[in-house]
Every structure is written in C-alpha cells, then in structure tokens.
C-alpha cells in the first residue's frame, strides 16, 4: 500500500502565501512523478504541478510564475510553494502519487485565500 500525507493548508489573504507539503511512504517502487492537483467547489480536479523524477515540471498557466513544485526523490516527498495566492486559487490541493500505470492520492488540505 501506498500512504500520502498532507499538510500545510489554512487561511491565508490574498498575496499572501502557503507551502503545502507531501510525503510518501509504504510500497514505494520506480515513482515516475509526484505533484499536486486542486479541485474547488463545483469545478473538476486540476493539475496544479508535477514533476518527474527526472526532475522536469510541469505547471498549470494559472499558476505558473507564482507557484513551484519541488521534489526529494531520496525522501519521497514533494512540496509546493505558493505565492501571490489569488481567491481563486482557494481549493482542496491533493498530493498525487504515479507508479507505473497506478495513480495515488492524498486525502486533500484545505486552501483558502480570502479577498
């Protein structure tokens, strides 16, 4: 099995910022990416960022220039820094985990950034 945990999430204004971080732990073999995906209120789950273990990322535009996703393959855990946070950015951010073709998920934290 495959564990994730979150945290980091809370209430921040807007320009503010939060740094969301995940850990990984459990039958953890060849991850091919970890990254973050939110999904808020009434809307799909969206990718945020990913990065490979390759060490390439990948960010939405809504997010790019503000937000960086940063990975400790030796520790396998993968952070988020969050910066010029937006109201509309607030969601329930998910760690996601790939694995071959197996994809994994965190149970979610909380962001929200007021106006």
């Known amino acids: 099995q495959v564990q994730l945990v979150e945290s980091g999430g809370g209430l921040v204004q807007a320009g503010g910022s939060l740094r969301l971080s995940c850990a990984a732990s459990g039958s953890i073999f060849s991850i091919n990416a970890m990254g973050w995906y939110r999904q808020a209120p009434g809307k799909q789950r969206e990718l945020v960022a990913t990065?490979?273990?390759?060490?390439?990322?990948n960010y939405a535009d809504s997010v790019k220039g503000r937000f960086t996703i940063s990975r400790d393959n030796a520790k396998n855990t993968v952070d988020l820094q969050m910066n010029i946070l937006k109201p509309e950015d607030t969601a329930v951010y998910y760690c996601?985990?790939?694995?071959?073709?197996?994809?994994?998920w965190g149970q979610g934290t909380q962001v929200t950034v007021s106006s």
């Open positions: 990065a490979t273990s390759y060490g390439s990322t």
């Open positions: 996601a985990l790939q694995i071959g073709s197996s994809n994994y």
